[in-house]
């Protein structure tokens, strides 16, 4: 059974950092595409963040380009998204998702992704 469990979230003032981590289990990172996305409150939900292991490849969305950093470890199953000079925009709830057989962050579209996780909450104070 795919699970992925979100944690890390919280509170955060501006300028500050978080880290959140997504622990999976059930596949491997070898043939999947794993993504964080957010959803502010009253907003769509939006991708940040991409890596694929097929491609080596990570892909950010450009209001978090230079801020955030998506990196995985094999090892521990963890993809981690390292959130640096907040923002207060950057409140939401954060998800991380997979998407299994995929060799490349290129194109995908959130349906395409078969597993989330329940969502962390990121406050970011002014």
């Known amino acids: 059974e795919v699970q992925l469990v979100e944690s890390g979230g919280g509170l955060a003032q501006a300028g500050g950092s978080l880290r959140l981590s997504c622990t999976a289990s059930?596949?491997?990172?070898?043939?999947?595409?794993i993504a964080w996305f957010r959803q502010p409150p009253g907003k769509e939900r939006e991708e940040l963040s991409c890596?694929?292991?097929?491609?080596?490849?990570?892909y950010y969305e450009n209001s978090v380009k230079g801020r955030f950093t998506i990196s995985s470890d094999n090892a521990r199953n963890t993809i981690d998204l390292r959130m640096n000079s907040l923002k207060p925009e950057d409140t939401a709830v954060y998800y991380c998702?997979?998407?299994?057989?995929?060799?490349?962050?290129?194109?995908?579209?959130?349906?395409?992704?078969?597993?989330w996780g329940q969502g962390t909450q990121v406050t970011v104070s002014s």
């Open positions: 998702a997979v998407s299994l057989g995929r060799s490349s962050c290129l194109s995908l579209t959130s349906s395409e992704f078969d597993y």
């Open positions: 059930g596949f491997t990172f070898d043939d999947s595409v």
């Open positions: 890596t694929s292991s097929g491609d080596g490849g990570t």
